[in-house]
């Protein structure tokens, strides 16, 4: 403690122990990048060899073409998906290969698969019974497709409204109507 003398009145100040803390700024951003911000060039070959049996296999095949590329089955999924977000350069060589494979864009093949659904037979059931939890799932997808669900919040109420006019108002309103009709 160091004593110093203000206006003839002695007063204690601490001394400090250790020099004040200066402040560390971090410019390079740090953790991983996501595949998603990964230029194709600078994936890994595994990746890469992915995406080749992607194009190969189809794109129904997602988890089958990641894990014979190597990456690890519980993983596969969502490597595919973090793959293929955000490239449409990749997305529109996959619906040349479709074109190529089946006669017809990844659009046509989706709507191919949804109409067989609708006629889906239970798995387990005896004889060519419905199976109605995918056929209700399916015309589910097809409504989202098509965008025939209403808006999430639709709120609607009746509110009555009380205007208040007064002499100036109405002037306001009388002039406003006759420069209207003057310029149509």
């Excluded at 794109?59 to 793959?83: C, I, Q, W």
């Amino acid at each position: 403690m160091k004593e110093m003398v203000f206006d003839g009145i002695p007063v204690l100040i601490k001394e400090r122990e250790r020099p004040p803390r200066t402040i560390r700024i971090r410019t390079k951003k740090r953790g991983r990048k996501f595949l998603k911000d990964i230029p194709f060039s600078k994936l890994s070959p595994q990746h890469k060899q992915a995406l080749d049996n992607l194009s190969l296999m189809g794109f129904g095949k997602k988890k089958a073409a990641a894990v014979y590329a190597g990456v690890p089955e519980h993983n596969a999924l969502r490597t595919m998906d973090s793959l293929l977000v955000g490239r449409k350069s990749i997305v529109k060589e996959i619906e040349e290969v479709c074109q190529a494979l089946y006669g017809k864009g990844t659009d046509e093949k989706v709507a191919e698969v949804l109409v067989d659904q609708l006629d889906a037979v239970h798995p387990l059931a005896k004889g060519e019974k419905k199976d109605n939890l995918a056929i209700l799932g399916t015309a589910k997808e097809i409504n989202k497709l098509s965008d025939n669900y209403p808006a999430k919040k639709v709120d609607v109420r009746e509110m009555g409204v009380h205007l208040v006019f007064g002499a100036a108002d109405i002037k306001a309103a009388k002039q406003y109507r006759e420069l209207t009709d003057e310029d149509s």
